[in-house]
């Protein structure tokens, strides 16, 4: 059976009372039908549930139907997507290893590596997302343990050469972490590259209606056994009714992220002809300077385009003033259009030297394109771009 037909067919075992539609196991926990089997379940003799810290039927149908759509062995589900890059990272990592990153990163992975992780005697290297197999490999230090990358990266839509990637861990015997957020498994399968973790914040487009938090962590169970340990005592656990919302968003991921996507190549042609917008990118967009690169490792490009205007912040604040259809948010992923401006929100926390290797300027947007008509969406970000231009220039 094709992916398609798994994931609407994927749920939990049905109960006695034979329902069709998956229940919803909101309980915090389990009981034994004895002390022997009390006993049994702790010392992992019998598997079962026990607390919905550990395991939950709602969670454990989500995780299965990512592990099935990511070609992977297992995986853990938490809270939020930074509680799932965070486990992906502070569960395998210890003082004195090196992590070897891609610099195109979401501002708060970002503060992780920078902040948090560096606290704890864990060193890192960045390396621009277009740095040459030469450069990456110049990188590893011997006690390089793992390589961390967002492949698209958020806002940029930098893209890191996947297959490169797993080539050099493969050689080193590093963990490979990919964050696929933006992809999504509709759109890209890190694992055939060889990727060895695949973290997703599914809040984004794994919901897709803009409605509850998750997180998931997937990939070879022989380094899911530490997230699931580490995540068990620490308890960053996803709730069982957001895993039941999730599950079932998953069975329309596909055709959302087609629609998704054509309905951002859509805007992105049409925004890259006007000439009131400074640059347009996207990654299916010929001028994207990674887009054989696209073509290569993903089936269609994405939700999320970026643009630029000249003006500076004042620019932007009348830009989306005069939009109609969008809503201003700092989230994505969501079946309405949004728009934010990274430099004052999402990346606002960067010093400015690294604003600027990001190229997070005053005047980028990043648009996460929803599933509008999308004629109605061009028509109102270019009415919005003009509006905009006509401000008067500051004396």
């Known amino acids: 059976m094709k992916k398609q037909t798994k994931i609407i067919r994927t749920q939990s075992k049905k109960t006695h009372y034979r329902e069709h539609s998956t229940p919803l196991f909101l309980t915090s926990s389990f009981t034994f039908e004895s002390a022997e089997q009390g006993k049994a379940l702790f010392d ?11 395991s939950n039927p709602s969670v454990q149908e989500f995780v299965d139907k990512v592990c099935m759509l990511e070609d992977s062995e297992d995986g853990v589900a938490t809270a939020t997507g930074m509680a799932a890059v965070f486990a992906s990272l502070a569960a395998l990592l210890q003082a004195g290893d090196h992590l070897l990153a891609s610099r195109a990163l979401f501002g708060s992975s970002h503060q992780i590596i920078t902040q948090i992780l560096s606290k704890w005697g864990i060193t890192h290297t960045y390396l621009d997302a ?10 590893v230090l011997p006690n390089t343990k793992m390589v961390y990358i967002e492949t698209p990266s958020n806002p940029g839509l930098e893209l890191v050469d996947l297959a490169m990637i797993g080539r050099l861990c493969q050689k080193h015997e590093l963990i490979f972490n990919v964050d696929n ?59 069982p009714f957001n895993a039941w919302v999730l599950s079932k968003s998953l069975e329309t991921l596909e055709l959302r992220m087609e629609k ?36 290569q490792q993903m089936s269609a490009g994405g939700a999320v385009v970026t643009i630029e205007l000249d003006g500076g912040f004042e620019r932007v604040a009348a830009f989306m003033k005069a939009l109609q259809i969008p809503s201003l948010s700092s989230n994505l992923g969501d079946t309405r259009t949004i728009v934010t401006n990274p430099f004052t929100t999402t990346h606002s926390k960067l010093k400015p030297d690294e604003k600027v290797a990001l190229g997070i300027t005053e005047g980028l947007i990043r648009i996460s394109v929803g599933l509008e008509d999308v004629d109605d969406l061009i028509e109102d970000f270019e009415n919005a771009v003009a509006v905009s231009a006509s401000l008067p220039e500051k004396v």
Not at 211 to 223: D, P
Not at 262 to 285: G, I, T
């Open 44 to 54: 992992e003799t019998e598997q079962g549930n026990l607390y919905s810290r550990f």
């Open 130 to 139: 277009t740095a040459s197999e030469a450069e990456w490999e110049a990188a």
């Open 181 to 239: 957020c933006f992809a999504t498994p509709a759109l890209q399968t890190p694992a055939d590259f060889g990727a060895d973790l695949i973290v997703h914040s599914a809040t984004k487009f794994m919901d897709g209606q803009g409605r509850v938090l998750g997180g998931v962590v997937v990939g070879k169970e022989k380094y899911i056994k530490h997230l699931r340990f580490f995540c068990r005592q620490t308890g960053p656990s996803m709730s």
């Open 260 to 295: 998704h996507s054509s309905n951002a190549l859509r805007l992105a042609q049409a925004l890259e002809q006007h000439p009131d917008v400074k640059q347009v990118n996207y990654p299916f967009l010929p001028s994207h300077p990674q887009h054989a690169l696209a073509q």
